[in-house]
């Protein structure tokens, strides 16, 4: 597997199973893709979620009317605790050309990964389904240690555009604003004040 990143605005995403664990799929996807949880009863998780409900008892459904849920979809998700019923959707997804994620059964093609996320970056961290708490232990440390790390990218940013006015040499751009990133001084004042990181990042690294 390669990790990718998909923008799935407009995508069809089903998830099948409206439980805890289909419900925190669901969470995964409903801001940015069209989401369908097929299920015979939904958890109270899925509340207030912009998400479509379809009631179906699922382990009494055929191959076909799975095949006609199927339809459209970019992604399937089976989240039902029943791990058969899981592959068999998993199946019918590979015979259709659709991605399919496996939340209890044969592994399917899609990992869905711990994400940590702010406004200015995105990191997916999965192993591989081994360990789903070394994946929150990974997440929940880079939230600690790297609380400033949007401001980091904006000071970046502001940076890269003063030094390809001041500076020719791409080398001597990247060394400085790599010296920036290594600055813990910049990094203690950003965590209160941007202006004052900015100030520092002037003075210790373009101006040193």
């Not at 609380?147 to 980091?152: F, N, Q």
């Not at 001084?185 to 210790?204: K, Q």
Request: hydrophobic fraction near 45%; charged fraction near 25%; glycine fraction near 8%.
């Amino acid at each position: 597997m390669i990790p990718l990143m998909l923008d799935l605005t407009g995508r069809r995403v089903l998830i099948f199973g409206g439980g805890g664990v289909g419900a925190r799929k669901a969470a995964y996807f409903e801001h940015e893709a069209e989401v369908t949880v097929i299920s015979r009863s939904f958890s109270p998780d899925l509340d207030g979620l912009a998400i479509r409900r379809q009631e179906a008892d699922l382990s009494a459904l055929s191959d076909e009317s799975l095949r006609d849920f199927l339809a459209g979809a970019f992604l399937a998700v089976a989240a039902t605790p029943d791990p058969e019923l899981n592959d068999r959707i998993g199946r019918l997804c590979a015979g259709a050309g659709i991605l399919f994620n496996n939340a209890a059964g044969e592994p399917g093609d899609v990992i869905i990964p711990s994400v940590v996320r702010g406004s200015r970056f995105l990191v997916a961290i999965s192993t591989r389904g081994k360990s789903p708490a070394v994946s929150r232990y990974l997440r929940t440390r880079l939230e600690a240690e790297y609380a400033g790390l949007d401001r980091m990218i904006d000071l970046q940013d502001e940076m890269r555009s003063m030094l390809r006015e001041t500076e020719p040499e791409q080398a001597e751009r990247s060394r400085i604003l790599w010296s920036i990133l290594s600055d813990d001084a910049i990094w203690e004042a950003l965590a209160s004040d941007y202006g004052r990181a900015r100030e520092l990042a002037i003075e210790r690294c373009l101006h040193a």
